[in-house]
Every structure is written in structure tokens, then in C-alpha cells.
């Protein structure tokens, strides 16, 4: 049988992982391993706590690996105020790529809604002091997100809405404001949903990412993987009707531009 996948493809990134995540304590380096025998050229590594963002750090001694510094929305309400002086240390202090992750997620109560606000403009705020791009979460929050971004010019920072989960009006309003759209496993499970929401949006601004071990794209294993970014630069390119090869370069341009990656033009 023919395949419709090359086994390779080069320059791809994914731009949103969590490899530090405890699912992949048995086989880390096996699972790293992977990504780049698959063709990935480069991984995100996102930060979601203070411990998280230190083990993001790590990871990206690797050449390959880069990491972010943040507390997510659902951390808003327990963690403490030492913990964001050290993220804003480790943004401060060079080879972070972005802040994040953060944003709003009204969708669970993980964190009382007022303290996810004041954290996520606490992170906006250091976004536009480092000139670091966002790693933005939105849950059950897409009128309010838009209208923060807007009002605190966190477009002048940019970066990616993660997670797009294929509301077109969302992705336009962010896209305006200078943020790029981050694709994933979650909303390549609805092709025609894919296919829909992305009507209109210019290329530029798509971004591939997994968000491993979570929302693993259909055909994989339930602990999603970076090597699984070839899934969703597969769904992506069916969606748009474009080769694989050039949805992998485009998205890798992007990518490179978005977080200053070595060989950003
Ligand atoms: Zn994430």
C-alpha cells in the first residue's frame, strides 16, 4: 500500500509540549528520541507552574528544546507570590522563548475567575517588558480573552492562542490583534470542523503543536507525543488541501519568527 505520509519530514515544530509532565517519567529520552527521528526540528517546551517551567529549563539544554516560563490559569488561585518573582527571574534571563503558559479558563473552577484575571495581566505585563511572545490558554473565555488582549496591548508582544478550538470569529479577533493560532490534536478530530474554521486565515499565522501527553490526535496512542506533530501537519494539509511538506515549512517559518528560533528569517 502506498503511504500517504512520508516517514520523514523535515522542519517541523512543535510549539506546544509538556514533556517535564509526569506520563513521561518512564521513557523520556525514548519519547525525545522519537520527535527528531520523526523530523521535528525543533520542540517547544511550555511551563505551567514554577517547577514546571525550572524542569522546561532543563530540557532545553538540549539544543533542540526551548523553553517557556509560567502558571497557568488553573494554578491562579493557590500558588504562591515568590513562585511568579521566579518565573519573571527565569524569563529575565535569556533562552526563555515566551511567557506562558497562561490566560483564562472559565470553563473548569479550578481557580476562582478574579485571581486568573489579575495572574494572566501579571503575565501579559512581562511579556511586553522581556519582548517575549505569550503562550495564551482560553477556556469558556474567547469575548473576554479578546477584549483583554485588545485593551492591554498584548498584541505588541504577540504570540500563540493555543488549543484553537474552532471558533473562526476567535481566531480572526486574535489574528487582528497579531497573534498566531496554535493547531492541534484537539480540533483535527473534526475535519470538517478544521476545515471550516480555518476559512480565511492566512497561513502565516498557524502554528502546529500537540500539547503531549494531552489531546492526542486521532490513529495515535491516549499519551500524545511531539513525533505525533506528522498527524496533525497530515490534518492540517488535508484540511487546507495543500502537500504535507509545504504546510510543515510554512508552519515551521512561523514558528522560528513567533519565538526567535535559531534560523528564523
Ligand atoms: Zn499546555
Known amino acids: 500500500m502506498r503511504r500517504e505520509l512520508p516517514a520523514r519530514l523535515s522542519d517541523m515544530i512543535d510549539t506546544h509540549c509538556h514533556l517535564s509532565s509526569s506520563q513521561f517519567d518512564p521513557d523520556r529520552e525514548a519519547v525525545i528520541g522519537r520527535a527528531f527521528e520523526a523530523g521535528l526540528a525543533a ?18 539544554a538540549r539544543p533542540d528544546i526551548f523553553a517557556t516560563a509560567g502558571i497557568h490559569p488553573h494554578e491562579a488561585g493557590r500558588f504562591r507570590e515568590q513562585d511568579f518573582e521566579e518565573i519573571e527571574r527565569l ?45 495564551i490558554h ?9 477584549a483583554t488582549l485588545r485593551e492591554t496591548g498584548a498584541g505588541r508582544a504577540g504570540g500563540s492562542l493555543h488549543a484553537f478550538h474552532g471558533d473562526p470569529a476567535f481566531a480572526r479577533g486574535g489574528i487582528a490583534l497579531g497573534f498566531h493560532i496554535g493547531i492541534g490534536g484537539g480540533l483535527v478530530k473534526d475535519p470538517a470542523r478544521l476545515r471550516a474554521s480555518l476559512e480565511g486565515l492566512p497561513l502565516e499565522r498557524l502554528l502546529l503543536e500537540t500539547d503531549a ?53
Open 43 to 60: 520542540i517547544v517546551e511550555v511551563g505551567y507552574s514554577l517547577e514546571k517551567s525550572r524542569r522546561a529549563r532543563t530540557l532545553a
Open 213 to 265: 501527553p494531552y489531546l492526542s490526535p486521532p490513529g495515535a496512542a491516549r499519551r500524545n507525543e511531539p513525533a505525533n506533530i506528522l498527524l496533525i501537519a497530515r490534518a492540517l494539509a488535508v484540511a487546507l488541501g495543500r502537500d504535507v511538506e509545504e504546510i510543515s515549512r510554512i508552519t515551521d517559518e512561523n514558528a522560528r519568527r513567533l519565538f526567535r528560533l535559531p534560523g528564523a528569517s
Open 91 to 135: 524569563a529575565r534571563l535569556g533562552g526563555t522563548v515566551a511567557i506562558g503558559e497562561t490566560g483564562l479558563d472559565f470553563y473548569r473552577d479550578f481557580a476562582p475567575a478574579d485571581a486568573q484575571r489579575t495572574l494572566f495581566r501579571r503575565h501579559i505585563a512581562l511579556a511586553l517588558e522581556t519582548s517575549l511572545p505569550l503562550v
Open 138 to 146: 482560553t477556556r469558556a473565555a474567547s469575548d473576554e480573552m479578546i
